[in-house]
């Protein structure tokens, strides 16, 4: 089965009350059908909550159940302080 891709994208995520959680930028996102994994090339996820986190990396690998990413390669977390 042919793999799925998306280029230059942005994911946001918002709770319940419609508060923006956190957004994902990434130059691409490919996925893989017969196995249910996804690779995103440079991810830059940002958490919206107090403090502000983002994090970088060159690769992340999506488990099957979208619960499990692991990030590879210059990771880098910054977790804005009080301002």
Known sequence: ???HWVERFE???FDADGKLQHTVVAD???HH?????????TPHIVY???????????MAYIGRDG?????VDDVRVIRRGDT
């Open 67 to 71: 619960k499990e990413v692991d990030l």
């Open 1 to 3: 089965m042919a793999a």
């Open 48 to 58: 919206h909550r107090e403090p502000m986190t983002e994090i970088f990396a060159r």
């Open 28 to 30: 691409k996102l490919v």
């Open 33 to 41: 059908p017969d196995d249910d994994t996804t690779i995103i090339t």
């Open 11 to 13: 994911v946001r995520r």
